[in-house]
């Protein structure tokens, strides 16, 4: 049984039964022993991939929509620049590259990244170096204008789920 199995299963027995939620959300990410917590899962050697890991193309081109938008909205002269789940950072490096082809934006811009896992957060910090501030949630972002970027975060959240018994629903348990 590996450490988080007994962790969950110690849970179990003390709490009773927990909801799927909650169970995906402590494989996922539990600080020492959560899949994002051990490992890059990203690339050739991880377990899946992603746009910006193919093609430098799709962060530039959502760099200059971005820089549309920024003076779509009146070039607000600071601006919160954040990524929801930023993976190694290679899709905020791309953008960041696009945005210098509009230098008012590059230097309004803060970057802040939400990232839970301290493997993949140490990723980011190589690829992007200095000049990003880091959060474990989002309400933690700063009160500014704000430009979000969330590509293939919204797929890798824990989720709930209900099966029908008879006449009414009942949420999932583990």
Do not use: K
Request: proline residues 7%; glycine residues 8%.
């Amino acid at each position: 049984m590996t450490p988080l199995a007994r962790i969950l299963t110690a849970r179990i027995a003390a709490d009773g039964p927990m909801s799927l939620a909650d169970y995906m959300a402590e494989c996922l990410l539990h600080p020492r022993h959560g899949y994002y917590a051990t490992r890059d899962p990203l690339g050739v050697a991880g377990d899946f991939t992603t746009a910006p890991e193919i093609s430098q193309m799709f962060g530039e081109l959502l760099g200059l929509c971005l820089a549309q938008a920024w003076i779509d909205q009146a070039r607000p002269a600071r601006f919160v620049l954040a990524e929801i789940g930023p993976g190694r950072g290679t899709l905020m490096a791309d953008i960041l590259r696009a945005i210098r082809a509009v230098p008012a934006m590059a230097d309004a811009a803060d970057v802040h990244l939400i990232e839970a896992s301290p493997a993949l957060r140490a990723r980011q910090r190589q690829t992007l170096g200095d000049g990003v501030t880091w959060h474990d949630h989002i309400a933690t972002l700063p009160d500014a204008p704000l430009f979000l970027v969330a590509n293939e975060f919204f797929d890798a959240l824990p989720i709930r789920q209900f099966t029908r018994h008879g006449a009414g629903w009942r949420e999932r348990q583990i």
